[in-house]
Structures are given as structure tokens and as C-alpha cells.
């Protein structure tokens, strides 16, 4: 076990450093406590290892972190306690009071990665019946807008494109007769996306639309008075969710985004291999791709929770 002295002698350096991020890196009051809490769980985990700050070790910083994820800490909280470790020490390393940093090599925990939001089928089926009522419904500039939201939709549907690469469609990615889309996406790689029939044929028809409001031949698919020349992303989702409300959905779930997403999950579900879809999606990492199989593994855990026989949710709600 750490003499008093060494003991004091911790405390006195934590207070250095923490009088330190006050003065020079101006932290706020709850900021300082965070830190003094932090630090002084770490000092007490040091105690109970007969090691002081200044001996403190790189194998004592891991086990730190193994024990935080032992004890079922949330990740933030371990990440921020090891944040605060790194600086105490990187604090006396760079004041000459310690040889090194034991915790500079340690890598923090990497955050969960969320599961995407994803609609229904019923809920994009929704989407399109009240975007086609809404052109059954409007007159003049109003079906203009209601038949460009409306091919956004099943454009988006069809070939999960971000919303950038939709917004950005040449007049001629409609007029051009081909089953596929040329998109040149995120560092200008460019990639081939297959295009639904039913997808054509509902820009062909919005084309003609754009051309009777338009006073000469658009570039643009989906141009805009503004200063890019074409609809903003802002103005879509912002459609898209005004849209959600007249089919009774919540807007919360619904945005362009989200409708990729749909798209991806669906290629999965009907048997896709991840590589096609991560070329689809345009996606530079399968990893970033494989979020889908996860979205897919929780779908048929809940199936089974709900349908299975010997589910404990379908024998419970039985009884």
C-alpha cells in the first residue's frame, strides 16, 4: 500500500493540474469537478496497487479500463475517464515532474456504432400514396413541386442514393433510356446504379412536367432559383417530412437518409451479398456496409421473440 506522504504528494499534483486546466485552458467549474473525480478514482485505484501517480504504468492504465468495462461503465465514461488520465499525465510528463506518459499509447474505448433508422415497407407504401394524392390534388406550380417530390421519393427508393447524388441528377439521368445511373460520388469515385423500370417511368413523366414549367431546357433534374442551381438538401428532407405527416408517420423517422437505408436493408433481405450493395451504396469500406447485417440479425431476433413457440415474449403474452 502508498505511504500517507505519497499519498498527499498524488493529491498535490492532481490539484496542480487541475488548478492548471482552470488558469491556462480556462475549464469550466463542472468541467474541474469532472476531472477531480475522475483523477481521483484513478489515484485510488493506483493506491490499492502500492503505486503512486509518478510510478504509474501503461499496464496500470489498461487494467483501469479493463476493470471499467468489468464494472459495465458506459462507454463515454470510460472514454472520459481516460481522457482525463491522458492529460493529467501528459500534464506532469511535459512539466519534467514524470519520465513519461504511461497512458499515451492507450487507446480509448471506440463508441457503439448506432443501428440506422429503418421505415417499414408499409411506411415508404404510405409515403408514395399520400405524395400520389398530393398531385391528384394540386394545380399549377403546386404539381410541379408535388411530382418532384414525388419522383424523389421512388428515385431514392429505387437506388439509395445520398441525397447529394439525387440532388445533383443531370436532366439527362432521365432522358438518356439507360437501366443504370452514373454517380460520382464521395471522392469523385464513380459507380454504376441499376434503375428500376417503374423508377424510369415516373422521371420520364416528372420530366415532362419540368418541362412545361421550365422557360428553356433544364440541365438540372431538379433544379432550383437558388444559388447551387439545384434543390438543397435542406428543402427535401423538409418536404419529406411535412409528407410523413399527411401519411400519418413520424416525421422523427423519416428522412432521405433513412430511405437509403431502406434501400440497403431490402437488397439484403431478398439475398444480396454485401459486396453488390456496398457498391451500390458507394460505400469506399465494407465495414460501413455490414451495419445493415446487424439491422437485418436484430429484425429476425424480434421474429422470433414474437412468432417462435418456445419465445419467453410469446409465452407470456399467451398466458
Known sequence: MKSSASTEADHRLQERFLEMMSAERGAAKNSIAAYRRDLQGWLEFLKTRGHSALAATTADVRD???????????????????????????????????????????????????????????????????????????????????????????????????????????????????????????????????????????????VKVLRA????????????HGAKGTLTRQHFALELKALAGIAGIDSEKVSPHVLRHVFASGLLAAGADLRSVQQMLGHADISTTQIYTHVQAERLKEAVDLFHPLSKKRKGGAG
Open 64 to 206: 483501469f479500463q479493463a476493470e471499467a468495462e468489468r464494472l459495465g461503465l458506459a462507454r463515454a465514461t470510460a472514454a472520459r475517464r481516460l481522457s482525463a488520465i491522458k492529460q493529467f499525465h501528459g500534464f506532469l510528463h511535459g512539466e519534467g515532474i514524470a519520465k513519461e506518459n504511461p497512458a499515451a499509447i492507450v487507446e480509448g474505448p471506440r463508441a457503439a456504432r448506432p443501428l440506422p433508422k429503418i421505415l417499414s415497407q408499409d411506411d415508404v407504401a404510405a409515403l408514395k400514396a399520400a405524395a400520389l394524392e398530393r398531385i391528384e390534388n394540386a394545380e399549377g406550380s403546386k404539381l410541379f413541386k408535388a411530382w418532384r417530390l414525388y419522383c424523389l421519393l421512388c428515385v431514392l427508393e429505387a437506388t439509395g442514393l445520398r441525397v447529394s447524388e439525387l440532388i445533383a441528377l443531370p436532366l439527362r439521368a432521365a432522358t438518356s433510356g439507360e437501366d443504370f445511373l452514373l454517380i460520382k460520388g464521395k471522392g469523385g469515385r464513380e459507380r454504376l446504379v441499376p434503375l428500376s423500370e417503374t423508377a424510369r417511368r415516373v422521371m420520364m413523366h416528372y
Open 213 to 224: 414549367q421550365s422557360e428553356e431546357e433544364p440541365k438540372q433534374l431538379f433544379p432550383s
